[in-house]
Each structure stands twice: as C-alpha cells, then as structure tokens.
C-alpha cells in the first residue's frame, strides 16, 4: 500500500510532529474552522479531548502503515487493525456527529497545511505526497463505513 519510501517520510515527519503535538493541533483546528467555522459547533467547547484523539488517531495512522508488507497478510487484532478501525471511526462520524461527506477535502486540507506549518522546510513535496495518501486512505475508508451506516439506517 505505501512504498518503503512513503513509510520512511510518513515515520520521519511525525517524529517531528511529536515533540511539537499541541501546536499542531492548535494549527489543524484553527485552519479547520477558518475553512469552515460552522464545523465549531461539532465539537466541544473545551477541544483538549479532541485534540487527543485526532493526534493519536495520526499517530496510530502512521504507525499501522509502516508495517512491513508481509505483516499486511498476517491476522492482527482488530483494535491494530488500520482499516477496522477508520471503518469504525467513519461510521461514528456519520451516526453521532453527523459529518458530512464533503467535509472530508476540508480535514484534509487544513492537515496538509498544518503538517505545512508545523514542519516547514521539512514538509517536502515528497512527505506533502506521503501524508496525502495517507489522509485519502483513511478518508476514503472513513466514508465506506459512513456509506455502510448510512445503509443500515435505511433498513
């Protein structure tokens, strides 16, 4: 799924998000909410939960993608398991929070330009590249599991 090269920018620039991980939450959700302030009424007043999550949910995301390829075909738990857990993740959004599908190039973009920010000269064309097939990856599995609970409501 990623080239060992992918893996490698994906691994290296997060390792510089860490030491800075607050701040790039800051910078994420400001951008968010300059894109499209009506998404604050989503989340809570105090966003430091959030935060949390949406940087562990990233971190995890860089993770799970730098496993070697032949650990792709080995049965993992299904709470290590990437793509269970964006399908889950997706369905969420759909059922409780109410995300709608095209939100999902605004998240996008306000992570590109945090990572942006928040990593500046480091952020080559080559790691942009990486982190967005990373983000479409899971985008687009979150929206399978938002189509999949968008079905099951219909029944």
Same mark, same amino acid.
């Given at each position: 799924m990623f080239s060992t090269d992918e893996k490698r920018l994906l691994r290296e620039s997060w390792k510089l998000v860490v030491p800075?991980?607050?701040?790039a939450a800051d910078l994420f959700y400001r951008r968010l909410f300059e894109l499209q302030p009506a998404y604050r009424a989503l989340f809570p007043d105090d966003m430091s939960g959030q935060k949390r999550k949406l940087m562990g949910m990233l971190g995890f995301a860089v993770k799970a993608c730098d496993w070697?390829?032949?650990? +792709?075909? @080995? /049965?993992?738990?299904?709470?290590?398991d990437l793509v269970l857990v964006v399908l889950a993740l997706g369905r969420r959004h759909a059922m409780l929070y109410k995300v709608p599908q095209e939100?999902?190039?605004?998240?996008?973009?306000? *992570?590109? +330009?945090? *990572? /942006?920010?928040? *990593?500046? @000269?480091?952020?080559?064309?080559?790691?942009?590249?990486a982190w967005?097939? *990373?983000y479409t990856v899971m985008s687009s599995t979150m929206m399978m599991g938002a189509r999949q609970a968008a079905k099951e409501g219909a029944r």
């Open positions: 800075v991980i607050d701040t070697p390829d032949e650990a +792709w075909a @080995q /049965d993992v738990a299904t709470d290590d939100g999902y190039a605004t998240v996008g973009e306000a *992570l590109i +330009w945090a *990572l /942006d920010m928040g *990593l500046g @000269q480091a952020f080559t064309k080559e790691t942009r590249a967005s097939k *990373l």
